[in-house]
């Protein structure tokens, strides 16, 4: 009678515990292809982070942007190069809407406007606005509370609001980022001046 020797138990024993773990364990002991698998696990967090910064950095930019433009129709306006009976509401939005297509859609479809005269910088100090739980802009304040284009002649104190709803591109950024309905989220400016003293 011959007797098995040790190393040919071993391998016995081996080939019976591969045949019961079948595929699975095959799989789990196959290391081919673990840099695809791994890099699939992270792509979509990475691309996520990627896109939720970019959307930041967007936003942020047309912020600033927006900014700029009302400081400038401001300037114009406090100086007399654009004088009360040439300003509308059309024509005050076409100056910021002129600057800010760099940024946002062809005719600024998201684009609100308020300037108006006040008797003293601490009346203009009360005017605010909030977001209504619809999701609507409302202003606070001032009377009328609807937006107004109504600027003083020179050395009238007077302030210029600027909203634009800036829709939210990434879909997954809306409810952190959007506090307006249909998923914007509000940008914001607002600048306080004494005209100087030029001709009416």
Known sequence: M?????????QEQGMGKAGRTGFFGRFAQDRRGSTALEFAMLALPFALLVFAILESCIS????????????DVARQLRTG??????????????????????????????????LREFQ?????????????????????????????????????????????KWPVMTDFMAKSMANLKDGN????ASVTWQNEPFDN
Do not use: W
């Open 2 to 10: 011959i007797l098995p020797t040790p190393r040919q138990d071993r």
């Open 60 to 71: 942020f930019a047309a912020q600033e942007v927006m900014a700029n433009a009302a400081d």
């Open 81 to 114: 190069q654009i004088r009360k009976a040439n300003v509308t509401d059309a024509s005050i939005k076409q100056m910021i809407c002129g600057r800010l297509e760099v940024m946002v859609a062809k005719n600024c479809p998201g684009l609100l406007v308020d």
């Open 120 to 164: 003293s910088f601490a009346d203009a100090a009360t005017a605010g606005f909030k977001i209504t739980t619809a999701g609507d802009i409302e202003l606070t304040g001032t009377s009328p509370t609807t937006f107004t284009v109504a600027p003083g002649l020179a050395e009238s104190k007077n302030m210029l609001r600027v909203f634009y």
């Open 185 to 188: 989220t509000l940008h914001f």
